[in-house]
T-cell receptor, first 111, second 113 residues
Framework: GESVGLHLPTLSVQEGDNSIINCAYS??????FIWYKQESGKGPQFIID?????DKRQGQRVTVLLNKTVKHLSLQIAATQPGDSAVYFC??????????FGKGTTLSVSS | DTAVSQTPKYLVTQMGNDKSIKCEQN?????MYWYKQDSKKFLKIMFS???????INETVPNRFSPKSPDKAHLNLHINSLELGDSAVYFC????????????FGQGTRLTVV
C-alpha cells in the first residue's frame, strides 16, 4: 500500500479562512517531503517542500509543518482564496527513490 | 516555453490496440518518471529513468514499456491495451533521483473502449 496518506478526502472552507490539510506518512527513512497542488485538467504543481532536518517552513501564504515523532505533515494556507480550490497531495521520498504520493485532499473554497 | 511536455493530451483507443505517449523535458534534468493517476486521483509511480537508465520499475504489467532515447525524452509504449489501463498518465522530471522536486507535465488522459 501507499506510504503516505491524507486524513480527509475533502475540505470545505470559506474565502478568507485559514485551511489546514493533514498528511500522515509511514516511512521513517523518508527525508524529503513536498506538497503539490493539482487543478482540474492539469499536472501537479509544486507548493512547498521541507527536509527532515527542519520542522517548519514558510512560503507565501503557505506553511508546512513536519512532526517526525508522529510522522505527520501539514499544509497551512492563510486567507484561503477561491483560486486555492484544487486537490492537494503530500509526497515523500529519500535519495534514490521516486516521490510517493498520498491520496489527496480536495479543497473547496466558497466565496 | 513548456518545461515538461507530453503528447497527446487525450487518447481514446480500442481494447487490444498498441499506443505510445511521448514526453520531453527542456529543464536539463537527469531523471524522468511516469506516474499513473486513477479515477480516485491516486498518483502511483510506474517507472523512473536516470540518464537513460531504468532505476525504478514498479509492479507494472509487461505490456508497458518505457523508452528513453536520451535524457530529455521518456516515452511510454503500451501494448494490447485493456479497459483497466484507462487513467491519466503523467510524465515528470527532476534534477536527480530523489530528494528534489519533480516537475510534472499536463498529463495524458487515456480512455480504452
Amino acid at each position: 500500500g501507499e506510504s503516505v496518506g491524507l486524513h480527509l478526502p475533502t475540505l470545505s472552507v470559506q474565502e478568507g479562512d485559514n485551511s489546514i490539510i493533514n498528511c500522515a506518512y509511514s516511512n521513517s527513512a523518508s527525508d524529503y517531503f513536498i506538497w503539490y497542488k493539482q487543478e482540474s485538467g492539469k499536472g501537479p504543481q509544486f507548493i512547498i517542500d521541507i527536509r527532515s532536518n527542519m520542522d517548519k517552513r514558510q512560503g507565501q501564504r503557505v506553511t508546512v509543518l513536519l512532526n517526525k515523532t508522529v510522522k505527520h505533515l501539514s499544509l497551512q494556507i492563510a486567507a484561503t482564496q477561491p483560486g486555492d480550490s484544487a486537490v492537494y497531495f503530500c509526497a515523500e521520498n529519500q535519495a534514490g527513490t521516486a516521490l510517493i504520493f498520498g491520496k489527496g485532499t480536495t479543497l473547496s473554497v466558497s466565496s | 516555453d513548456t518545461a515538461v511536455s507530453q503528447t497527446p493530451k487525450y487518447l481514446v483507443t480500442q481494447m487490444g490496440n498498441d499506443k505510445s505517449i511521448k514526453c520531453e523535458q527542456n529543464l536539463g534534468h537527469d531523471t524522468m518518471y511516469w506516474y499513473k493517476q486513477d479515477s480516485k486521483k491516486f498518483l502511483k509511480i510506474m517507472f523512473s529513468y536516470n540518464n537513460k537508465e531504468l532505476i525504478i520499475n514498479e509492479t507494472v504489467p509487461n505490456r508497458f514499456s518505457p523508452k528513453s532515447p536520451d535524457k530529455a525524452h521518456l516515452n511510454l509504449h503500451i501494448n494490447s491495451l485493456e479497459l483497466g489501463d484507462s487513467a491519466v498518465y503523467f510524465c515528470a522530471s527532476s534534477p536527480d533521483s530523489g530528494g528534489t522536486e519533480a516537475f510534472f507535465g499536463q498529463g495524458t488522459r487515456l480512455t480504452v473502449v
